[in-house]
């Protein structure tokens, strides 16, 4: 004979289970009627209940049978389905996710110092390589002292008399750090979250939420932010068409990157001037034109133009138009989506490393083309300018001297720094920074995928081992580059451990990954479609096959394949 439980220790089963778990005949791990249970929690679906057990008993088998039928007709609603219906509204995917209004995006009680350090390494760990123009010392120095200096969104009721001035386009700057980063940071993605405990915010997006915000700026307001270029916006619009990339928009995120582009060339930020053949410091009919467009007919001087000061300043709009040029490739694919920048035109030095960037050390870089930018004329010129800026910079100083003095002591008459600017260090062969590696090999792959897009072979009017084929110059540029490379920058498990511990595996990786990508971009084009009864490497089978490939030098296609299935091995084990 069975004994009772004990009222200590009563029997557990809960009688009430859902629509879904009844049909499905499993158990139901519920807290009562109306409660969601684990197994619709864990799917994403409507918990729904029979009418019997939300009304305590008083429904009938036949009403529990109903409800489970029509809750098992219920279309199935996909979250791809979900965020499509929001497409044409107001409100984007981001602020169903995110309870917290858009105007509220820069709050400084949340966005705390910390937490821009902690913003901030996170964009130099994942993005610092394709997007570079950052310099730590500058962008936190807005940033210092009290928190009323922080840039807000939110409109503030009572005036700061003492609120430092923020540049135009800052706020911009600040949404798009966040728009790529949020995404990283949980002390974020939990404020997203808010009080519920049923749901999470998204990862992804938490970082929406803050490109919503960053795009209500670019395009709201009759588009007020946009306004007249700065370094900020640029930077800005970067940092929003990266982030469209990566959520698979790519004509939004060209766009927008056009859009950053023009600015980019409208400020002139695509010329050095002692590589540019007129500079506008130097000509009268260029500051007119300047002045024109809106950016240059008013240029101060407050910097000393042999200063590291003026070095980072001028490294900035270096990266700037860099990262212009880095993402245009990026986004650049075929006929509809041509690129808009080409390397013929760019008359500016390459970027310089990290530390020289950092602390402000004037040197001088290769070119695109991958001359030295520093020989003995272009120092020359350098001074000649450097001459003119300070004539420029001391009569400005004159005008300002007495307001600053009186203000806050800055004297910028007496300004100049006794640096010798003829005596600059060149940064080239096996002293090149990574970072102009980098865009070097950016720049083939624009050729390489130009190439590609265009038909590749099916175009190509001569063999491939012909020296004047575009394959052949295309694989030789590939090949001068890889043979270029010092021993420390070489595709090793060594170096790639050396890298991870001086944080420098970002580039190292990226830069490799691109050079694998070419080699199988390249040479994917002379591979047989379906080799069934190839038994060695051989050319194409498919058409066009021209006669002459037939004729290939002794191990040329063993070559090939050799370059191509050695390029997705070693990008595998990046990856």
Known sequence: MDTPPSPANPRMRSSIACARCRRSKIKCGNSGANTICKACEASGRDCVYPTSAIGGGGGTKGESDTAAKSEEKRPRIRKSETHAAGKGAHNTAAQKESTRPLEEALDPSVLTPKVWQEVFDLFQLH????????????????????????????????????EAEIVPGYEMLLLGLLALTARFHPGLIAYHSGASQDKTTDPVATSEYYASALRGLVVGVKGVYIGQPNLEKIQA?????????????????????????????????????????????????????AQHLGFGGSREYP??????????????RRRTFWSCFVMD??????????????????????????????????????LITGKC???????????????????????????????????????????????????????IDADEGLLSRFIRMVEIWGKIAKWSCAGGRRTAKRAPWNPSSTFYQLRESLSKFHESMPRPLRLTSNNMQ??????????????????????????????????????????????????????????????????LFKAGRDMMDLV
């Open 127 to 162: 993005f610092a390589t394709d997007l570079p123009f950052l310099h730590s010392p500058t962008f936190f120095a807005p940033l210092c002292g009290h928190a009323a200096r922080l840039p807000s969104t939110v409109t503030k009721t009572t005036p700061e008399p003492e």
């Open 237 to 289: 619009l970067l940092m929003l068409g990266l982030h469209e990339w990566g959520m698979c928009k790519g004509i939004k995120a060209w766009i927008h990157v056009g859009l950053a582009i023009r600015m980019a060339q409208a400020m002139g930020l695509q010329f050095d001037d002692d590589l540019d053949e007129e500079p506008w410091v130097l000509s009268s009919a260029m500051k007119i034109e």
């Open 303 to 316: 910097l000393d133009p042999a200063s590291s000061e003026a070095f980072i300043d001028e490294e900035a």
């Open 329 to 366: 490739r990026y986004l650049s694919s075929g006929k509809f989506r041509p690129a808009m920048l080409t390397s013929e035109d760019v008359k500016l030095q390459l970027p310089s490393s990290e530390q020289s960037f950092m602390f402000g050390e004037r040197v001088c870089t290769n």
């Open 373 to 427: 930018s520093g020989s003995a004329s272009r120092v020359k010129r350098k001074a000649c300018i450097f001459a003119s800026m300070k004539e420029k910079r001391e009569m400005w100083g004159r005008e300002r001297s007495s307001y600053h003095t009186k203000e806050d002591g800055k004297n910028y008459k007496d300004g100049g720094s006794d640096k010798d600017e003829t005596n600059i260090r060149c940064e």
């Open 498 to 563: 050396a890298h991870l511990t001086q944080r420098t595996s970002s580039p190292f990786t990226l830069l490799h990954t691109l050079y694998c990508l070419c080699l199988i971009v390249l040479h994917r084009e002379y591979v047989p479609f379906v080799p069934l009864r190839c038994d060695k490497p051989t050319g194409p089978l498919d058409d066009p096959a021209p006669p002459e490939l037939k004729d290939a030098p002794n191990g040329f296609w063993e070559d090939s394949a050799q370059h």
